[in-house]
């Protein structure tokens, strides 16, 4: 089954050339199912080229997907043409009496600040406490899924004294968990941040690392008492992600490493090669499955135990 978008969103003309099964909106009507209703809290700049690494991810399962494009209600976007927000995003005020199956919290390049000094936290925490309420499972990226620890357990952030840039190998430690079905002991994953959760303060706040690094500490983390999952890191990222990064910094005059373990030889000269793109699928399928699995039919009962 396919991915239900907007014939005139960008993503829609992407995937279709990537073979990414995609369906109209009218389309989808016709069929006698529920689609699994998963909503997209982008807080990315580039809110295109973000919504676009999602929807291919969640619309490669065999399952209908009816994704909601979701913004802070006032946060205006610098980086996205207002006609594309206006077009295709709801502010969260709009949407959240509805109830949703999935919700992914982008990251945000905001790692700097402290979570309150965030011109939209208030909100965010307002929407944090409506999954409890409104959404079946919640999947937050990065800073997203460190804002919810913060949020729900006081787990800290960290700054790093060096940032974590590159692909890096991460470990399987939980071969029986659902989200890791079909996953190989390790494998490599883009990592670009600045901060961190430490193992020691995920683990005292109730919650379990599934995938983690010796290197770059937990990357994929569960958290059953708010039925979600966190990842650190970016199985999202398009090949080139990296590259555009640390070209950017490159020429801003910023200080950067090259990326490790993401060029050949480490040769920026050289095109880079992608080697995370099946285990992203594989993570955002289980995702997918599992909520299928556990969630309601009737979206009302969503939220109650």
Known sequence: MPITLPRDLPAFDVLSDEGVMVMGEDDATRQDIRPLRIGLLNLMPMKIATETQFARLIGATPLQIELTLIRMTEHQSKNTPAAH??????????????????????????EHLPFEKVTYWDELREVMDWTQTNVHSTFGICWGGMAMAWHFHGVEKHILSAKHFGCFRVRNEDPSSPYLRGFSDDCVIPVSRWTELRRADVEAAGMRVLLGSAETGPCLIEDRSTRSLTIMNHFEYDSDTLRLEYERDVGNGT??????????DDDPSRPPLNRWRSHGHLLYGNWINQIYQTTPYDLGLIGRD
């Open 255 to 264: 200080p950067i490493n090259v990326p490790g373990n993401y060029y050949p």
């Open 85 to 110: 927000m206006s077009a295709f995003y709801e502010s969260f005020q709009d949407v959240k009496a509805q109830r949703f199956d999935g919700l992914i919290i982008t990251g945000s390049p905001i």
